[in-house]
């Protein structure tokens, strides 16, 4: 079959990847709307050919939309516009709710299904594509029910071809899950990030000489603004309470350190180090 | 030489297999305060023989003290009333200030050498030792004034046969910088999990679910409060400036949401991009 992949960043370009591995694609066609990035991700093999998407969505069976939630949301509708009857429009967006609600009422709803490849890293641009990226970890597919099976079929294909396990869920369910289990851990790390970039200015920390331990949870801070800014405002309302939840954890730690309460601090570690047997 | 090595578990384990491999330690001897991980070291030939610290310590020309901050805290001040002239005393602790306030009175102060190597994981125990753990990776020096200079040039050598790099600064300074760059992540990562598992219980976040990315953030949330405790109780004032310091950068975050301020929430997250620059 014939691919369209609109966004040859990391998450496009690693679905290029692992889509050519797999053998699933015939052809391969990709549209970015950097030029640079469309040569740069030509220059790498990631696709056949790069095309406008209206030329690319007239040509595919399939078109994966790869771009930031913020692009899905205008490009979207329009491809839906134009989409036959035995086509499948996908989208690979961290944020669903907006998006839904913004094409449930259009005629060729059926032939689109929503999901979020629950992989990625801080890097960004078709240099970012990682074959193998998605091996192992979940797609969440968002209201199903609104798909025709057909279109559902072939996401599945598609996404077993390249090594994710599915859960389904709703679109609700799917924003407040990813407000706490992926955009509140970007929250965290950009305010960690900022907090000792301050200190370092003042000639105390200094973040080379750390371990692996900031390294690691300071890593999400290289995230980009251009795919995390439109997420924190799509998925505003689930993010807000997340950062209030945390905020309060945080609040707690703290006050065991003013009152000198450790057999708390300790019974609060404990209960953190749970994650061990959630993850 | 030999060494003792008082703690068998992730820094003190781990040592013993980097010397061991390193052919520095023409015995390597090891003590712990549980029976359990000192049949374990043993049976996983981190050491030659498992006896009491005084035997040990009677017996070893460096004795590197891996246990938990609160415990360096009781045993240095006794190693160093029994160390004799030519022996070297160093301390693997992530706090530094306290520690070095209790012994600057002692009259074999100079045998004794404060180091945190900048490396870890959030495992404990024997099992988590691991070879290479310390490989390009930083260690602190604090106070090395008031170590005697065959003291300061045996630590080195140490430090050096594992792989570490060095970096010198007073035990006050050393506190400030590791509230930062370690100690806040740890608090950050313990209420980051404890806000997820909530959440999990409402039936909300599924961590198994998430991406690398929570993975990532959270994993420091794994480690254990007998050693963590110890080091927020007396890091206790830096931990609670870090942690303001952090709370600030979380609340810009939401003040931003809150008042659908995305171009303030782009140049946060620019800025904490640049985290990049500094790693």
Redesign the interface.
Known sequence: MTISIIGLGLIGGSFAKDLRAAGLASELLGTDASPEHARRALELGLVDRTIPLEEAQRLSDVILLAVPVDAIALLLPRVLDAVRPEQTVIDLGSTKFQLAESVRQHPNRERYVAAH??????NAGPDAALAGLFKG??V?LCDLEWSAPDACKTALELFHAVGLKF?FMSSE?HD??AA???H?????????????????KAG??????????????????????EM??PI??QN?EH??K?????????????RC??A?D?AR??T?????????D??
């Open positions: 490849p629950m992989a990625g890293t801080e970890k979940t969440l859960e369910q407040r899950h706490y289990v992926s509140l851990s970007h929250v965290a790390a950009y305010a960690l990030s900022l907090a000792v970039q301050n200190e370092e105390y920390a200094v973040p080379r000489l750390a371990g692996g331990g900031f390294a690691s949870t300071v890593r999400l801070a290289k995230s980009s603004p995390w800014v924190f405002k505003r993010v807000l997340a950062i209030d939840a945390f905020d309060e954890r945080l609040q707690e730690f703290k350190l003013e000198n450790y601090l300790e609060l570690i404990r209960e953190a180090n749970q994650i061990r959630l993850l």
